[in-house]
């Protein structure tokens, strides 16, 4: 107790050190942090178990800590676990929960093991214990955190070896006391009886008892007789009552007329139990565990307050209730064992155990105890009190299932490991001390030569190892001593298993097999095989045979009839007489769901559906008892036994049919009316899934199944638990084979919400009429729901062609290229294969090349020949190179502006940046232009107008298999419109001979379907090299490993070895790249590869030859502390949040080879530029916070990431390993072996695409929509793979009628949405909300939304709330457990969230981040890229805002959205301060300005540049550094002169329009500034905005009365720029007076306005034509 409290004490001590007050312990329970530890309390008995959690509870509930009981039949769910800091356990149930990986999830957190009743170690179970124990000990040196371990035991003699196998330091922790330290001395008698007959034996034991409990009633003492069956003790209290009566001693026991036999004749009216009843009022009692609670608990009373003279009980009253009395008596040794199936003598721990309740601590001098055994045994208990018999290991019996756990734990992979292993345990420190007992031959010789006895130890792993490998639990590779897990180790070692019972499971299983076969199977378990017949028991046996339901074949007298038959009655509820029937079915029992579950998992593994569902079944038929035959409302507990059978008379009502009828109809049914309400209430709570599918076949071997379920059932906490789990089976048409498995878990709180599961499902050959999609509950017989896929109208993809062959040519040198300029852009001696196979059609013609090769084999060059050529023969040639992913431009960029930069003339290799204006400049002076796919489609929408995009020559496009991902649909509508301008051009060519023709050049990854994307493009057939994924310059090896484990995290566990081991085997020293699912994973998988580096020796993964002091030097200088730590083991890890000098600094000891290893985030893979020799892939999924669920990297990314593996020119080959999920290799093979088929999603993303073509007046009717789908490549897919798509049929008429059907509901969504409209004659016209949708680059759904958000009255914090909701925040990850953060973050922000937020919802986020960003609060590193995101993209959202707000003439809301535009730039409330946008300005500096008395008070940034240097220094006290900033943000800050002149101003009349002049000034010193200067005019200072950014400016014309807006202009202000605004003069004639607003985009404080006086005449009217009205003003 003390040492538990002692940990949390640690804790508490630890808070203080940072300052917090140390309260009294009373009053502040929250001192202890809780959540960061646990302690583990392992005792052998389940009563023990309840007796500790029992004590605890109370004793430390004070503390607010939870103590919970974690045994065979208590398990808990992983939330109750992590809420619980103290588990109280048995030995095995600690195994499997540590054996599994995901049980790391909280094994991690323990701090302390506390093993009660060490000395079990000589018991059968004390494998289980040295197992236990070597594992803590391992955990503690792979893991370097240390955790403590206490043993408490029974006095033994070689205490110290149980010292030295729990490594404790003699002199310090080991505490030993022997039979003189007891409390209470012990008198110790021992009766030797040698009588043979049974019956004269048992009467004259009962006597001796009688003679001596009669002794001790006299003496006034308490006495407990401990018998061996629960039988026993009532016929042993009834015979001391008989003798009690017959000799006429009871006053002896209960004195006549006295208190005592008052209370007891009380009590005895609510005992329950027969026997009890009978003998409580003479004062006896009986107490085991078969009787009910309340009966124990009054006995343990009476006899704890001295009313009960003799109690008679079971051994686990000496295990579980801590009763002492004055004398003890064990009466007989010998007790039924249902493990062996005999009597056998009972364990030496168990005698310790009952004699220490001898003595009563208080009130005795001394304890009598008295064994009662047969003579023969008398020797044997005399030395075993006298403490002569030494523990020894019991582990070699069953060393096989343990080695077989820690195979598949991953801890033990060789038979090195496995030798190593058993140096750890008790065994072999036993083995040391008494080598002849543990069959070692001339021991002295042997020790000698072998002082570590390494070679035995190698003997026992060796024959373990081989016993395993024919049980088919491993593989065991005799020559490299490597040891493998097979799934039928896994299923052994997760369901405790031995490899017996699974050699025979494996052998004896078919795939259809029966429920008699099931049962027999069953039956000959290893587990059973000491069960034997008794001849009492046939009898019994014969009876139950002939009322169980299925039927046995054996005769009852078979051991295995009688298991079977045990088994049978266990379910049917069938009540047993014999005591050891009883105990054999409690046996059977407990091993039976558990033997049920692993044949399930066997057969699961094996494919074969029919003998799954039946032992899924099975297994849940034994944990409900209840057949399947059975009312399945059995499976609820509140159902009386009374209507069960009544439900079951009417077997004529299908089970399904319940959930129709009405509460009145169920309660005639059973014939109680008052039943009704509650049985539907039942069998609505009855788990129940409606299923759909959506089925797409993606090659002629592969279904792509979108599996759609919605819980129709009423989920409740109490009865369902938080989660419950189901299997999604697929079977072929005659329910054979499994063709997918995967688990499904619902949660409670998603138990209202369809679900979507997305798998691929195997296409067999010849096609199936039908699958079927089985969904199964894992825990409810009968709630199953079936969906059959039928394949009738279904039509396959056409087959693939074949890809191009790589040809045997002799490598070209770059001088193949000619010029010296161009040969010497290339450091290497050679191009690849590839490079040298494609370099004719790209360097000699002008043909348009698709080609398509793994990652990583050189394309990029193969792009440069095509830009060489363009160079070299085309003077006015202009090339743009596309990439789907910035990163992607990013590193081309970067790598050409250096290569190419060098023979072409400043400015002609540029990179585009998002904004029209600027890169329309760019692209007009620019030969290379890189861009991302986004940024060339906002730009060449409007190609008719720019002729700067109609000179492109050179177009190629990069990543080209990105069209099956989300960026596709962009990608296509780019690489068409490109297609349709060329073939304008060449018509242009026709006419005129100057027009030139454009190129396009293809690159991608191996896809399936090339020829179509070719034919798409444009590539004539011998120009398209469309390679195999196993063509690879270097070759690549793959190497997959597969994980069980469901939960991620678990998964995440169990690789964490794996991991290690790939890069240790398969690296070479050379450097290696981990891509982990998240930012916090690469920490903890850096932070796991040095820690097992240490603990094994090995030295760290620094590069040969590096500096560690210079090294260590740089990890000083990195922020994060775990970085630095690892960096100086020779690791490094990257992710989106880091320091950009941090990342740097990493990438180039990677690059340097300092740093071997570098783990990085998946979706950071596009990032990193440099390739490695290894590339170890840990797990091929992450988390879809938007849908709440784990979902596959998209397949380009893991291409990528494989691309990586291999540096040219370096390495002869590349290794890959992939760690991933069990049921998706076989997918995932397929995949990555196999070139990858390439479909459109393009008819999902029409609508934006279609909006820009109708503003651009490309689409002007119906049939131009038509026209421009049939220039796609979703028109080249739409015949070939009809059934992706929902097409019917591949004929002219079924393609016209889709394509018209898709093209119609997109243009009546459009016009829906008010951005276009369209005529009864099918023309099509755009409108002002789509302009402003295809102007801004923004979808049409936001364009929607905020038209009906925004009204006359919106303020800054609607239109905030309308920014955040908009469609482009929607991609926004939520990532794992960030909604808490986000619910935290939530409690302050300045304005409340709407009520129908909810905190996995994108745009919450977003709206939360904007506030964070406004009120300038720190913030995770993941949060901040995400804000960074949101902030980049919110500028031209609010720009877009402010165009609608205008449209409809509303002046105040579109003014709120101009400051909002200033609040993202800047960072700031609108309310604050205007001087807080200035770098390092704080509050504190803010507040000395404000307080500044000076001529002028300081309230602008121009009044900080205008006060002198001495005052503003002491008023800033800021660093030189920051100063600069400052000066740098004062300069820059805008000081713009407006002045404005109304055209004729006498001559305005009423309702006509009215010219006005505006003219902008900057104010700016031309004479001091240069060139370069004056070019960077109005670029803004904003620190904390993303990206780099331009000043707008919009000048507003508005009457602040009505709030109407009359006229608006936004310009780009350089230094001067007129403004000629015009509007409609109002329609009453009179005096108006108006404003002048000019607004920044992007600084506060810096608006001005001004009135405009505005005088308006009467309009003329319409009849009145002779102007005599004009000079009427």
């Known amino acids: 107790m003390l040492n538990i409290l002692g940990q949390y004490r640690k804790k508490k001590q630890q808070e203080d050190e940072h300052g917090n007050d140390v309260l009294d312990e009373s009053s502040n329970e929250d001192m202890f942090d809780t959540q960061a530890f646990k302690i583990v309390y392992v005792a052998p008995m389940k009563a023990l178990v309840q007796e500790v959690v029992k004590n605890f509870s109370k004793r430390l509930a004070s503390y607010g800590v939870t103590v919970r009981e974690l045994s065979g039949d208590s398990s808990l769910t992983r939330q109750q676990i992590a809420d619980t800091q103290l588990l109280v356990t048995t030995p095995e149930k600690w195994d499997i929960v540590t054996r599994q990986g995901e049980g790391r999830a909280y094994t991690q957190l323990v701090k302390l093991v506390i093993i009660d009743e060490i000395h079990l170690l000589h018991d059968d179970r004390g494998p289980v214990l040295e197992s236990i124990v070597a594992r803590v000990i391992r955990q503690i040196e792979t893991s370097a955190e240390p955790i403590r371990l206490v043993g408490l035991s029974a006095t033994l003699p070689n205490y110290a070896d149980v010292a030295t196998f729990l490594r404790v330091k003699p002199d310090k922790g080991l505490f030993f006391f022997d039979h003189s330290y007891r409390p209470v001395p012990l008198q110790m008698q021992y009766v030797g009886i040698t009588e043979r007959n049974a019956f004269k034996r048992f009467k004259l034991q009962n006597e001796i008892c009688y003679e001596k409990a009669l002794l001790q009633r006299r003496n006034g003492n308490q006495m407990i007789i401990f018998v061996h069956s629960r039988a026993e003790t009532g016929k042993t209290a009834k015979a001391l009552r008989d003798l009690a009566l017959e000799r006429d001693d009871l006053s002896n026991f209960v004195r006549e007329g006295g208190g005592s036999q008052e209370i007891l004749r009380e009590e005895v009216s609510v005992v329950k139990n027969a026997d009890l009843k009978e003998v409580l009022t003479y004062g006896f009692a009986i107490h085991h565990a078969g009787m009910t609670r309340t009966d124990r608990g009054l006995v343990e009373d009476l006899f704890a307050d001295g009313h009960i003279g003799v109690l008679c009980c079971t051994a686990t009253l000496a295990w579980g209730v801590n009763l002492p009395a004055h004398a ?104 040391l001390q008494n080598p002849s007992l543990y069959g070692i031959v001339n021991p002295d010789k042997v020790l000698k030569e072998d002082p570590t006895l390494k070679r035995r130890r190698m003997d026992l792993a060796h024959t373990a190892a081989c016993l395993l490998e024919k049980s088919h639990l491993i593989r065991y590779d005799r020559r490299s001593g490597s040891l493998q897990s097979t799934p039928l180790g896994r299923v052994s070692s997760q369901y405790y298993i031995s490899h017996s019972s699974m050699a025979l499971y494996s052998r004896h299983l078919r795939p259809n097999m029966s429920d008699i076969e099931l049962m027999r199977l069953f039956s000959l378990s290893g587990e059973f095989s000491h069960i034997t017949v008794r001849e009492e028991e046939k009898l019994e046996l014969a009876k139950l045979a002939a009322r169980v339901p299925i039927p046995v074949k054996e005769s009852p007298n078979e051991p295995s009839a009688k298991v079977n038959i045990l088994l049978q009655a266990y379910i049917s509820r069938l009540k047993l007489d014999g005591f050891a029937l009883v105990s054999d079915m409690a046996f059977i029992q407990q091993s039976a769901a558990r033997i049920m579950r692993a044949l399930f998992e066997i057969a699961l593994r094996r494919n074969w559906a029919g003998l799954t569902k039946l032992t899924l079944a099975f297994a849940n038929m034994v944990a409900h008892r209840v057949w399947r035959s059975q009312s399945p409302l059995r499976q609820f507990k509140n159902v009386p036994e009374v209507v069960a059978r009544k439900l079951e008379r009417k077997s004529d009502i299908e089970w399904p049919r319940y959930a129709d009828l009405t509460p009145s109809d169920l309660g005639e049914l059973v014939g109680v009316p008052k039943m009704g309400r509650t049985l539907h209430k039942l069998v609505h709570q009855f788990p129940r899934l409606e299923l759909s599918a959506h089925v797409q076949p993606i090659t002629r071997s592969m279904l792509r199944v979108e599996l759609t379920v919605l819980p129709d059932f009423q989920f409740d906490v109490k009865v369902h638990g938080y989660v419950q789990m189901f299997h999604i089976i697929v079977e072929d048409v005659n329910a054979d084979n499994v063709l997918h498995h995967e688990f499904f878990s619902l949660k409670s709180t998603d138990a209202e919400e369809e679900q979507t599961l997305v798998f691929t499902v195997p296409i067999l050959d010849p096609l199936p009429p039908s699958y079927f999609i089985r969904v199964i509950s894992d825990r409810w017989l009968h709630s199953e729901s079936v969906l059959p896929i039928s394949f009738n109208s279904m039509i396959l993809p056409a087959k693939f062609p074949p890809p191009t062959e790589l040809l045997d040519l002799q490598p070209l040198p770059p001088s193949a290229l000619g010029e010296d300029v161009l040969v010497n852009l290339y450091r290497f001696k050679e191009f690849n294969p590839i490079q040298t196979q494609t370099f004719h059609e790209l360097f000699k013609t002008d043909r348009n090349v698709l080609i398509c090769a793994p990652s990583g084999s050189g394309k990029t060059t193969c792009a440069e020949f095509s830009i060489l050529r363009m160079l070299a023969t085309d003077h006015r040639g202009k090339c743009v190179y596309v990439a789907p992913k910035e990163e992607v431009a990013n590193a081309i960029f970067d790598n050409w502006k250096n290569r190419f930069g060098a023979i072409l003339q400043l400015g002609q290799v540029v990179q585009l940046t998002g904004e029209t204006a600027p890169d329309l400049r760019l692209i007009g002076e620019a030969k290379i232009i890189v861009c991302t796919i986004d940024q060339w489609d906002a730009l060449s929408r409007r190609w008719r107008q720019r002729k700067s995009v109609q000179a492109v020559t050179l177009f190629i496009v990069d990543e080209l298999h990105f069209l099956g991902g989300s960026l596709g649909p962009t990608m296509e509508v780019v690489i068409s419109r490109m297609r349709y301008l060329s073939s304008q051009k060449e018509a242009q060519r026709g006419q005129s001979d100057s027009a030139q023709s454009m190129r396009i050049i293809g690159l991608s990854a191996s896809i399936a379907n ?83 580096k240490e603990s094994l ?135 990555l072996y196999d070139p990858l088929p390439v479909e459109s999603h393009l008819d999902h993303f029409l609508h934006d695409h279609f909006n820009s073509e109708i503003v651009t007046k490309t689409i002007g009717s119906m049939q131009d929509a038509v026209d421009y789908i049939t220039w796609t490549f979703l028109y080249r897919r739409l015949t070939k793979n009809p059934n992706y798509y929902n097409v019917q049929g591949t004929s002219n008429v079924h393609l016209s009628e889709h394509i018209s059907e898709m093209v119609e509901t997109v243009l009546g969504d459009l016009e829906e949405s008010k951005c276009s409209q369209m005529t009864d004659e099918g023309d099509i016209s755009p409108l002002n909300l789509g302009m402003i949708a295809a102007y801004y680059y923004i979808q049409y759904t936001t364009i929607e939304l905020i038209a009906s958000s925004v009204t006359a009255k919106t303020k800054v914090r609607g239109i905030m709330e309308i920014l955040s909701a908009a469609s482009e925040f929607a991609g926004l990850p939520v990532r794992h457990g960030e909604e808490k953060t986000l619910r935290i973050l939530e409690r302050n922000l300045t304005h409340r969230l709407p009520n129908s937020a909810r905190f996995n919802d994108p745009n919450t986020k977003a709206l939360i981040l904007l506030q964070c960003h406004f009120s300038r609060k720190s913030l995770s590193t993941d949060l901040c890229s995400d804000q960074r995101t949101v902030v980049g993209e919110s500028v031209n959202l609010v720009q877009a805002i402010v165009d609608v707000i205008s449209s409809n003439g509303w002046l105040k809301p579109a003014l709120a959205a101009m400051e909002l535009s200033q609040m993202v730039v800047q960072g700031l409330w609108n309310k604050d301060n205007v001087l807080m946008q200035i770098p390092h300005f704080t509050n504190a500096i803010v507040e000395r300005c404000k307080a500044y008395e000076g001529d002028e008070p300081i309230e602008s940034v121009f009044d900080i540049l205008t006060i002198d240097d001495d005052v503003r220094n002491d008023l800033l006290r800021l660093s030189d550094e920051k100063m600069a900033d400052v000066a740098v943000f004062c300069n820059n800050y805008p000081n713009i002169d407006v002045n404005f002149t109304v055209r004729d101003p006498d001559e305005v009349t009423a309702g006509d329009p009215v010219q006005m002049e505006i003219l902008l000034e900057r104010e700016i010193d031309e004479d001091e500034m240069d060139e370069e200067e004056m070019s960077q005019l109005g670029l803004v200072s904003a620190p904390l905005f993303p990206k780099q950014k331009h000043e707008g400016w919009w000048v507003v014309l508005g009457d602040t009365k009505t709030n109407a807006l009359l006229s608006l202009k936004r310009i780009n202000l350089q230094q001067k720029q007129k403004v000629l605004l015009e509007f409609m003069a109002p329609e009453e004639p009179g005096d108006y007076n108006l404003t002048l607003f000019c607004m920044s985009d992007s600084y506060l404080g810096c608006d001005q306005e001004y009135n405009v006086p505005l005088s308006v005449a009467v309009g003329e009217s319409d009849d009145d034509e002779d102007g005599s009205e004009e000079d009427s003003e």
Not at 1015 to 1031: A, D, I, T, Y
Not at 1182 to 1196: L, N, V
């Open 328 to 431: 003890v008596i064990i009466k007989g040794t010998q007790i039924y064992d249902p493990a062996k199936g005999r009597w056998a003598e009972l364990s030496p721990l168990d005698v310790l155990q009952m004699l220490g309740r001898a003595g009563r601590p208080q009130y005795d001098s001394e304890g009598e105890g008295i064994i009662m055994t047969a003579h023969s045994e008398l020797q044997y208990y005399l030395s075993l009190t006298n403490l002569q018999l030494p523990v020894e290991s019991q582990m070699i019996k069953s060393l096989p299932d343990h080695l077989n756990a820690e195979v598949v734990l991953g801890t033990v992979q060789t038979l090195d490991e496995a030798v190593d292993w058993l140096s750890y345990s008790f065994l072999y420190i036993r083995m």
């Open 1010 to 1092: 090339a020829k179509e994307v070719g034919e798409w493009m444009g590539v004539p057939s011998k120009s398209l090299f469309n390679f195999s994924p196993k063509v690879r310059p270097t070759p690549l090896e793959i190497y997959f490993q597969s994980f069980d484990q469901n939960s991620f995290s678990g998964r995440l566990m169990a690789m964490g070895k794996p991991v290690y081991n790939a890069v240790v085997r398969h690296s070479e020293g050379k450097p290696s790249i981990i891509f982990v699912p998240s930012r916090r994973q690469a920490q903890l998988t850096a932070i796991d590869l040095m820690t097992y």
């Open 1097 to 1231: 020796d090995e030295g760290s993964f620094i590069g040969e030859g590096a500096n560690v002091d210079h090294l260590g030097k740089i990890a000083n200088g990195l922020r994060e502390p775990a970085l630095q730590q690892v960096v100086m083991a020779g690791i490094g890890f990257i992710h989106e949040g880091m320091l950009e000098a941090d990342l740097e600094k990493i990438i180039s000891l990677y690059r340097d080879e300092i740093i071997r290893v570098l783990v990085c985030p998946a979706d950071f893979c596009w990032k990193v530029k440099d390739a490695a020799h290894l590339v170890v892939i840990m797990g091929t999924e992450g988390f879809e916070g938007k849908e709440r669920r784990y979902a596959d990297y998209p397949i380009t990314d893991l291409l990528h990431m494989m691309g990586k593996a291999s540096r040219q020119a370096i390495d002869h080959s590349g290794k890959v390993v992939i760690l991933c999920h069990a049921p998706k290799k076989e997918h995932l093979k397929k995949l």
